[in-house]
């Protein structure tokens, strides 16, 4: 049961509570209209600390095309956040308003924080360099609906796996599936923290490996998992200019991978995609956004106990 739930970490939910999310989700595609007035009278609020296309956009379509409506900041610049109100008065003051919230915001943990003083459900859109469970929904349902399964898969995870909270997530989903191999891309100071190393792959004995180059094994891959470098979390700009073009997909390297294998990337891009490669069939990025706005639809239906 969901109702009433919050999704902070992208364990919080069960493998079988995932599966009913996926479900609802597909039957919303199916047939959207069904859904068009199921969130007449509620009310979600965006509380976006940070930038954002595909999370906010995607929330406020999501509502707005279930008969819901949404109030909220885009940047607290606007809000009393910048008379210095903290994470808990503010959630506590929309909880008055709002139905259900979803925060975003550059210091980890401050979306916990905040369902620990929240009346209503509150949702994790990424957590500093920590977490971003929705866009891990995001990338389940849409390697569920396109591979038709969440085992017997092979995933590169390329790019900035230290920073890349959606890497985290992800790799935290995944670990509960059966059969799952995962290859780490990434340059030596943009390795996965510790915490995913150890807790997660080690722990659960996940089958990983590292490479330095995509080429190297891109062949093996069911799912390659573009990332940008995150230029907002480097302390330093020197480290950032000579690490962000590193890694590039191009044509050259998709001719060595599979007919079949996936291209998912949570976006915005920077450079490591060339454009060249959003004809290719197998580039899968923005069907993943779209994805998105499903899986979000369904993940508040599911909070708010709506049938
Ligand atoms: N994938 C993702 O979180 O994109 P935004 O930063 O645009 O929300």
Redesign the pocket.
């Known amino acids: 049961m969901l109702k009433g739930r919050h999704l902070i970490d992208p364990m919080d939910f069960s493998v079988e509570e995932l599966d009913g999310i996926f479900e609802l989700a597909g039957d919303i595609i199916a047939d959207p209209v069904k859904y068009s007035d199921s969130m007449k009278g509620k009310l979600l609020a965006t509380l976006f600390y940070e930038?954002?296309?595909?999370?906010?956009f995607s929330f406020e379509a999501a509502m707005l095309r279930l008969g819901g409506q949404v109030i909220g900041f885009s940047e607290p610049g606007s809000s009393s956040v910048s008379k210095g109100e903290s994470v808990a008065d503010t959630i506590k003051t929309v909880g008055c308003y709002a139905d259900i919230a979803v925060m975003?915001h550059p210091k980890e943990g401050a979306p916990k924080v905040a369902s620990l003083f929240s009346d209503i459900p509150v949702i994790n859109?990424?957590d500093g360099g920590h977490q971003?469970p929705t866009?891990t929904l995001t990338d389940l349902l849409t390697i569920k609906t396109v591979k038709g399964k969440l085992e017997n898969l092979t995933i590169g995870f390329c790019g900035d796996l230290k920073f890349g909270r959606?890497v985290h997530s992800l790799i935290k989903a995944l670990s509960r599936y059966e059969n799952i191999r995962v290859i780490l891309i990434s340059p030596e100071e943009l390795k996965v923290p510790e915490y995913i190393r150890n807790e997660i792959l080690i722990k659960n004995k996940i089958e990983f490996a590292e490479a330095e180059r995509i080429e190297d094994v891109i062949g093996e891959l069911d799912i390659l998992y573009m990332t940008r470098v995150q230029k907002e979390r480097f302390f330093n700009e020197d480290d950032y200019l000579r690490l962000k073009d590193r890694f590039i997909l191009d044509s050259e390297k998709m001719e060595l991978a599979s007919e079949s294998m996936m291209v998912l990337h949570?976006?915005?891009r920077v450079n490591e995609i060339a454009y060249e490669i959003d004809s290719d069939p197998r580039a899968m990025y923005f069907q993943q956004?779209k994805y998105?706005m499903y899986a979000r639809m369904a993940l508040m239906l599911k909070l708010l106990g709506v049938r």
Do not use: M, V, W
């Open positions: 930038p954002s296309t595909r999370t906010r975003r859109a990424g971003h866009q959606t949570p976006l915005p956004a998105g």
